[in-house]
């Protein structure tokens, strides 16, 4: 089949039971590569590794790049009630349905003497590698069943012996070279490469095997992906060569890395896309800190915030990092914020509630009313600024929600003394009790209390902030106020009064 000539291109996870951060990012850069392009980008399901079957893994990746807004133009997607549909023409999309493909395949291989059945033992592979690690020679099948006869290869086939299908890689090839979109010229010579087994005793394909055809039938004109996979690129060149098949572009992408420069793994922290949205990150802010890992705009840019469109436009593999990505949880955490701060606020309640976000004990055990929308947009409205994920919200501020009880010795203000605080309460109740309610904002409050502590703000401000609170820190009186409403705050203030009083 000739190529198409148009960008195709695929994401090809095998699924693991969650999508990881660094497979977000190749589904990621595929998607872009695409659009930017006009290409199709398709999403491909590699399960033939039967031994690491999870299920309802298709289901949850699928589910996860829906919800970062990956959603593939053709191959697996799912359909308006959450079932799993596999959609374009060059489908089944998912491996485990395409077998009879691979057996044929590698059969053509076999005939045109570019495979050979193989039925060493895995004792006797066990004992080759050992022997081979002991003289320091890299593990490698010494490719003993490639001189049985036809005819002591078809009894034995015909007694039911188990065997494989591997590739025989021509020792004479000599280098093999290829131009990696993003690493150059690659090349690692044919005696270094493995035998590989292409068709496994199970009858399922291995990797390798399925991958390379499935890109061919499925049209592929260019492989993005993790670098992880670079040792495997020439096995499957000279796949290719044995097919007689035109090769895709590849183009490998940097490891993700953990701080001390180690392989992003699960023990030092969140890995799976969604973790990171169960508390909170907003999808957007994901991708935008994914797209980032391993790629800027370059030209000296150094915008960091992009929508998907400016993303489109910008990304290109000329711009992919050839070293690896360091996984910067502060940088995200300052990204997401900055995402949490654009939103407008009816969106970030919508997307607090969506999330169940406004669900967490310490605000489904507050009275009534601080459970209705309006008083939980106003606290939102506070908090917006501060928050680097929405599972944080009321978090710092739990007075919003409970009662606070306020220590005596914390009323009143560095030197100034109890009488002192309590003047200052008990103007403050004043100054609350005379604005009105359709004044009453955050500035309007803001601007009575200011008018009215003049040049003493700390002794003023300081004990009905501690009133309003029972805490050292939080946001300004006026804030809390706001929120809180003025029956609210008045009572607050004269429950500090009593206790000063005691
Ligand atoms: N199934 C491989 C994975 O799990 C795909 C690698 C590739 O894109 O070729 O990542």
Same mark, same amino acid.
């Given at each position: 089949?000739?190529?198409?000539?148009?960008? #195709?291109? &695929? !994401?090809? /996870?095998?699924?693991?039971?969650? =999508?990881?951060?660094?497979?977000?990012? %190749?589904? @990621?850069?595929?998607?872009?590569?695409?659009?930017?392009?006009?290409?199709?980008?398709?999403?491909?399901?590699?399960?033939?590794? #039967?031994? &690491? !079957?999870? /299920?309802?893994?298709?289901?949850? =990746?699928?589910?996860?790049?829906?919800? %970062?807004? @990956?959603?593939?133009?053709?191959?697996?997607?799912?359909?308006?009630?959450?079932?799993?549909?596999?959609?374009?023409?060059?489908?089944?999309?998912?491996?485990?349905?395409?077998?009879?493909?691979?057996?044929?395949?590698?059969?053509?291989?076999?005939?045109?003497?570019?495979?050979?059945?193989?039925?060493?033992?895995?004792?006797?592979?066990?004992?080759?590698?050992?022997?081979?690690?002991?003289?320091?020679?890299?593990?490698?099948?010494?490719?003993?069943?490639?001189?049985?006869?036809?005819?002591?290869?078809?009894?034995?086939?015909?007694?039911?012996?188990?065997?494989?299908?591997?590739?025989?890689?021509?020792?004479?090839?000599?280098?093999?070279?290829?131009?990696?979109?993003?690493?150059?010229?690659?090349?690692?010579?044919?005696?270094?490469?493995?035998?590989?087994?292409?068709?496994?005793?199970?009858?399922?394909?291995?990797?390798?095997?399925?991958?390379?055809?499935?890109?061919?039938?499925?049209?592929?004109?260019?492989?993005?992906?993790?670098?992880?996979?670079?040792?495997?690129?020439?096995?499957?060149?000279?796949?290719?060569?044995?097919?007689?098949?035109?090769?895709?572009?590849?183009?490998?992408?940097?490891?993700?890395?953990?701080?001390?420069?180690?392989?992003?793994?699960?023990?030092?922290?969140?890995?799976?896309?969604?973790?990171?949205?169960?508390?909170?990150?907003?999808?957007?802010?994901?991708?935008?800190?994914?797209?980032?890992?391993?790629?800027?705009?370059?030209?000296?840019?150094?915008?960091?915030?992009?929508?998907?469109?400016?993303?489109?436009?910008?990304?290109?593999?000329?711009?992919?990092?050839?070293?690896?990505?360091?996984?910067?949880?502060?940088?995200?955490?300052?990204?997401?914020?900055?995402?949490?701060?654009?939103?407008?606020?009816?969106?970030?309640?919508?997307?607090?509630?969506?999330?169940?976000?406004?669900?967490?004990?310490?605000?489904?055990?507050?009275?009534?009313?601080?459970?209705?929308?309006?008083?939980?947009?106003?606290?939102?409205?506070?908090?917006?600024?501060?928050?680097?994920?929405?599972?944080?919200?009321?978090?710092?501020?739990?007075?919003?929600?409970?009662?606070?009880?306020?220590?005596?010795?914390?009323?009143?203000?560095?030197?100034?003394?109890?009488?002192?605080?309590?003047?200052?309460?008990?103007?403050?109740?004043?100054?609350?009790?005379?604005?009105?309610?359709?004044?009453?904002?955050?500035?309007?409050?803001?601007?009575?209390?200011?008018?009215?502590?003049?040049?003493?703000?700390?002794?003023?401000?300081?004990?009905?902030?501690?009133?309003?609170?029972?805490?050292?820190?939080?946001?300004?009186?006026?804030?809390?106020?706001?929120?809180?409403?003025?029956?609210?705050?008045?009572?607050?203030?004269?429950?500090?009064?009593?206790?000063?009083?005691?």
């Amino acid at each position: 089949m000739p190529h198409p000539s148009a960008v #195709r291109v &695929r !994401f090809a /996870p095998s699924p693991t039971g969650y =999508l990881h951060v660094g497979g977000l990012r %190749t589904a @990621l850069y595929n998607a872009l590569f695409a659009k930017k392009h006009g290409g199709i980008f398709v999403l491909r399901i590699e399960d033939t590794d #039967r031994s &690491r !079957f999870v /299920p309802g893994a298709v289901e949850s =990746l699928v589910e996860s790049l829906k919800k %970062t807004g @990956l959603m593939p133009d053709e191959g697996v997607g799912m359909d308006e009630k959450g079932n799993i549909v596999q959609t374009g023409g060059f489908g089944p999309y998912i491996q485990s349905e395409r077998l009879s493909l691979y057996k044929k395949h590698a059969e053509e291989l076999v005939m045109n003497g570019r495979a050979y059945y193989c039925f060493c033992s895995s004792e006797r592979l066990a004992i080759l590698r050992e022997e081979q690690v002991k003289n320091k020679q890299a593990p490698k099948y010494d490719k003993r069943c490639l001189s049985l006869s036809s005819t002591e290869r078809e009894e034995r086939r015909q007694r039911g012996e188990t065997s494989v299908i591997r590739l025989d890689v021509p020792l004479d090839r000599g280098a093999i070279v290829f131009d990696d979109a993003i690493r150059g010229e690659v090349s690692i010579h044919a005696r270094d490469v493995d035998d590989q087994v292409l068709m496994k005793s199970d009858g399922f394909p291995t990797y390798h095997l399925a991958n390379v055809i499935d890109d061919r039938l499925m049209g592929i004109t260019h492989v993005i992906r993790g670098e992880e996979w670079l040792p495997s690129t020439p096995k499957h060149i000279l796949l290719y060569e044995a097919f007689g098949w035109e090769m895709p572009v590849f183009a490998h992408i940097p490891l993700l890395l953990n701080s001390d420069k180690s392989k992003l793994s699960k023990r030092q922290g969140d890995v799976a896309v969604e973790d990171y949205l169960a508390k909170g990150y907003l999808p957007e802010a994901l991708v935008n800190f994914v797209a980032l890992l391993g790629w800027n705009p370059g030209r000296g840019s150094t915008k960091e915030i992009f929508s998907f469109d400016e993303l489109t436009h910008a990304f290109d593999l000329e711009g992919v990092h050839k070293t690896g990505a360091v996984f910067d949880q502060g940088k995200l955490d300052w990204m997401n914020g900055e995402y949490i701060k654009a939103l407008p606020i009816d969106m970030l309640y919508e997307r607090a509630l969506e999330g169940g976000f406004l669900n967490k004990n310490l605000i489904s055990n507050a009275p009534a009313h601080i459970r209705e929308e309006e008083y939980l947009r106003r606290v939102l409205a506070i908090e917006q600024e501060r928050l680097t994920k929405l599972a944080d919200i009321g978090e710092e501020n739990p007075f919003f929600f409970i009662e606070p009880v306020c220590q005596k010795d914390m009323l009143p203000w560095k030197k100034s003394t109890i009488a002192g605080a309590m003047e200052a309460l008990e103007q403050a109740i004043l100054i609350l009790e005379g604005i009105s309610q359709e004044n009453w904002t955050r500035e309007h409050i803001g601007e009575a209390l200011l008018a009215a502590a003049g040049d003493k703000r700390g002794d003023f401000l300081w004990p009905i902030r501690v009133a309003l609170t029972g805490a050292e820190k939080s946001p300004p009186p006026q804030d809390i106020a706001w929120v809180i409403g003025k029956d609210a705050a008045k009572k607050r203030i004269r429950l500090a009064l009593s206790i000063l009083n005691m």
